[in-house]
Nanobody, 124 residues
Framework: QVQLVESGGGLVQAGGSLTLSCTAS????????MGWFRQAPGKEREFVAA????????YYSDPVKGRFTISRDYAKNTLYLQMNSLKPEDTAVYYC?????????????????WGQGTQVTVSS
């Protein structure tokens, strides 16, 4: 069974930065698409960013475009989310997700593998 483990969350002031990491029990080369989603209290889980197998194609939701960067490091078997210029509305539990199928999709239901989440809190 594939396990994904996120780390790097925490409390940061508005304008600050955090880098989230996601490590997998399986070789991440087996995932054609990986992504980050987030869920704030009382809200549905929403797409944040996704990346294809090669790392050359990345996708971002409008609220984070220009501030967040997704990347994957095969040598470290890790997916990253660099978050800059953080805002209080970025506060949420952030989840790593992966899928073996070819297409990079932005819907949560398309990803069969999920981590347990890491809390990001941005204070104003």
């Amino acid at each position: 069974q594939v396990q994904l483990v996120e780390s790097g969350g925490g409390l940061v002031q508005a304008g600050g930065s955090l880098t989230l990491s996601c490590t997998a029990s399986a070789n991440i080369e087996s995932f054609n698409a990986m992504g980050w989603f987030r869920q704030a209290p009382g809200k549905e889980r929403e797409f944040v960013a996704a990346i294809d197998y090669s790392g050359s194609r990345t996708y971002y939701s409008d609220p984070v475009k220009g501030r967040f960067t997704i990347s994957r490091d095969y040598a470290k078997n890790t997916l990253y989310l660099q978050m800059n210029s953080l805002k209080p509305e970025d506060t949420a539990v952030y989840y790593c997700a992966a899928r073996a199928a070819l297409m990079v999709l932005t819907t949560a239901s398309a990803y069969p593998y999920w981590g347990q989440g890491t809390q990001v809190t941005v204070s104003s």
